[in-house]
C-alpha cells in the first residue's frame, strides 16, 4: 500500500513535468542609435543645440571617411534619421541653429543698439528721463 502512493507519486511527477514549447521568436527591433529621437539636432545630448554640435557631426564625417564605415560614436550624429550620416546632417545643425538665433532676436528680451555698447540703454518713454542699465 505504501509502494502504490509511491508509484503513483513518481508517475504524478513525471506526468507534471514542465514541458516547454517555443512560442514565436523575439527580435529586437532596431532603435535609432544614432539620432537623438527627443531633439534630433542636439548631437552630445546636452539639451542644448550649440555650435559644438555641427562641429561633432563635421568631425564625425571626416573621422568617417579616413577610417571608414565602421568607426563607433557617442553621439547622436544622424539628425535626419536616414541612419546615415552625412553632411546633410551637419546641415540641419547649422539651420536649427540660424533659426534659433533668429527666434532669440524676436523675443521680447534686451534690444540691442548699435550705437551703443548693449550694457545701458535709454528709456526714452513718455514721462521718463532716466538710464536703464
Do not use: W
Not at 68 to 97: C, K, M, P, R, W
Request: with cysteine; glycine share 6%.
Amino acid at each position: 500500500m505504501f509502494r502504490k502512493k509511491k508509484k503513483s507519486l513518481r508517475q504524478r511527477r513525471l506526468r507534471r513535468r514542465v514541458r516547454l514549447e517555443p512560442l514565436e521568436s523575439r527580435r529586437l527591433l532596431a532603435a535609432d542609435c544614432l539620432q537623438n529621437t527627443a531633439l534630433p539636432e542636439d548631437v552630445n545630448a546636452d539639451d542644448l543645440i550649440t555650435v559644438r554640435d555641427a562641429l561633432i557631426v563635421i568631425e564625425d564625417l571626416l573621422t568617417r571617411e579616413s577610417e571608414g564605415e565602421s568607426v563607433g560614436s557617442q553621439f547622436y550624429t544622424d539628425v535626419n534619421g536616414d541612419h546615415v550620416v552625412t553632411s546633410l546632417d551637419a546641415l540641419h545643425v547649422i539651420q536649427s541653429l540660424i533659426v534659433g538665433k533668429s527666434l532669440m532676436a524676436s523675443d521680447d528680451g534686451p534690444t540691442h543698439d548699435a550705437n551703443d555698447d548693449s550694457r545701458t540703454g535709454i528709456d526714452d518713454s513718455p514721462g521718463s528721463d532716466d538710464l536703464v542699465a
